[in-house]
């Protein structure tokens, strides 16, 4: 086992969130979930290794689980005159760093810290604040501390350009501030873990910032299955708040109806478990939105994903990029055509998806999304892009309506849907386990999260390969729009005369 002491920086962070989690990661970490998306960890390596061309030349020092030979590494390239030196190592007194760039300045060197986000975060400010103490401990003359991170208002042309593509904040007065602070924090983190039995801590707002901790159902066992934190849209302060005070039940909170202030969807959604209330169905509002819509009416679900670093003329990091969709054609006597589309690994997927639609979506239809602001945002960005698509797409968009409106509205209301209107929760709370309908039974890709993922990743993989995941995104993609084949239906059935 590791010494518990020893921090570098990221545990040093995740200390200062709560030394727990650190306690935890050492005697009990498979009491732990591990939330970090691969998508997060390989955009941060893929722009990583692309910021270390920002200065040009570098020299960059291997990993090896010996950190010493990583520190030796690092000296030599120092000595020998380097200018820039990725994963440059430092090791003090147990506390360790990998700088990653070390940037010749003058007669000194300037610590620049490379993130994948497009700001800058106070974690992100501790974490240098440690590299600065570090280094200056290890006698380095430490001119700068710069944070290195995406340009969210870039846009990429034929070239990628880095210098756009990053934008440099000099950060070298908030990591000097924050020296003692660094060193105070050490020996308080030090303190906490060097214990042998489990502490006791109690969930606060730090298990959400700046990361949610992957301990919290651990931490939190001792709470009742329905609490004040599965309120639906409660903020995260507020539900604390009032679990502090020692209103934790749904039981507490009716009980203290008087002094707090919820809305009325949350206090419905405490009585409807509480009261096992009937579903609560509004046939007029219902039959009212029913109204609006024309047919044939077309079903449509979008599947986008994000690059970090721009590949595509036009994009922006992090933009959506739609890469597929699914379209249930429905009849007014309820009879159903399928189309689809998913574009070619590694291609840009824009036009050819925008084509397509334009085409499968015939002028002055009605269309249908669950949650309509995201599907219309990517047609608007798609018609913003094509000018010749344009016209054809924006009817689109203009005849789009929302599947989500009876549910927001609560026209359609049953205790599963647990004061949730999303489609999560929705549909299983309309169609409880029905095997056509159920999304763990899928292969690979189960929701939007993988499918992004699957589709990012698919040109590295074999042919065989890449079948198989197209076959999978098609199925995951044509059981959304068929999951909201199957609301409208149940809705339509609720409106229906004599029911
Ligand atoms: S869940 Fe909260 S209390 Fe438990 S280790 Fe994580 S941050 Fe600390």
Redesign the pocket.
């Known amino acids: 086992m590791s010494d518990i002491t020893e921090l570098s920086k990221t545990k040093y962070c995740k200390g200062l969130?709560?030394?727990?989690?650190l306690?935890?990661d050492h005697y009990k970490p498979e009491v732990g979930e591990n939330l970090l998306s691969e998508t997060v960890m390989e955009n941060g390596n893929l722009v990583g290794d692309l910021a270390r061309k920002y200065f040009g030349e570098y020299s960059l020092v291997d990993f090896s689980y010996d950190k010493s030979e990583m520190t030796a590494r690092t000296n030599e390239l120092i000595a020998a005159g380097a200018e820039n030196i990725a994963e440059a190592a430092f090791l003090i007194n147990g506390l360790y760093c990998a700088v990653d760039i070390l940037h010749k300045d003058g007669d000194g060197w300037d610590i620049v810290e490379v993130k994948s986000s497009t700001h800058i975060s106070d974690v992100y400010l501790d974490d240098m604040a440690f590299q600065y103490y570090v280094l200056k401990n290890c006698g380095v003359n430490v001119k700068k501390v710069y944070n290195l991170h995406l340009n969210g208002a870039y846009v990429r042309k034929d070239e990628l350009d880095l210098k756009g593509l990053f934008i440099m904040e000099d950060c070298t007065g908030i990591a000097m501030e924050k020296y003692s602070a660094v060193e105070q924090a050490v020996a308080r983190i030090r303190d906490y873990v060097s214990v042998t039995e489990e502490p006791e801590?109690?969930?606060?707002l730090?298990?959400e910032k700046p990361y949610e901790?992957?301990?919290?159902k651990?931490?939190?066992r001792h709470l009742p299955e329905h609490s004040v934190f599965d309120l639906a849209k409660i903020q995260k302060r507020t539900a604390y708040k009032h679990y502090h005070n020692g209103i934790i039940s749904f039981e507490d909170l009716k009980a203290n109806q008087k002094s707090i202030k919820l809305n009325d969807n949350q206090w419905r959604q405490i009585d409807s478990v509480l009261e096992d209330r009937p579903d609560e169905i509004n046939k007029e509002k219902i039959a009212e939105f029913l109204s609006t819509l024309t047919f044939p009416l077309y079903h449509l679900d979008f599947e986008t994903y994000q690059q970090a670093v721009p590949e595509f003329y036009g994009v922006r990091p992090y933009q959506q990029i739609p890469f597929q969709y699914s379209l249930h054609i429905e009849q007014e006597d309820g009879s159903l055509e399928h189309r689809e589309f998913l574009a070619e690994a590694g291609t840009d997927p824009r036009r050819a998806l925008a084509e397509r639609l334009a085409e499968d979506i015939p002028m002055n239809v009605c269309s249908l999304a669950f949650n309509m602001s995201f599907e219309k945002g990517v047609i608007k960005r798609l018609a913003e892009l094509y000018p010749d698509l344009s016209e054809r797409l924006m009817n689109i968009h203009d005849n789009m309506h929302d599947l989500m409106v009876p549910f927001f509205r609560q026209d359609y209301y049953n205790n599963a849907m647990q004061g949730s209107y999303s489609i999560k929760y929705v549909l299983p709370a309309l169609y409880p386990d029905d095997p056509e309908l159920d999304y763990h039974s899928l292969e690979g890709v189960h929701n939007g999260t993988e499918a992004s993922a699957a589709f990012a990743g698919l040109a590295s993989h074999t042919p065989e390969e890449i079948e198989v995941i197209r076959n999978n995104l098609l199925k995951y993609c044509g059981l959304d729009t068929f999951a909201m084949v199957k609301v409208l239906r149940k809705l339509k059935e609720s409106a229906a005369p004599g029911r």
């Open positions: 969130q709560c030394p727990k989690i306690w935890l801590r109690d969930i606060d730090y298990c901790c992957g301990y919290k651990y931490c939190g």
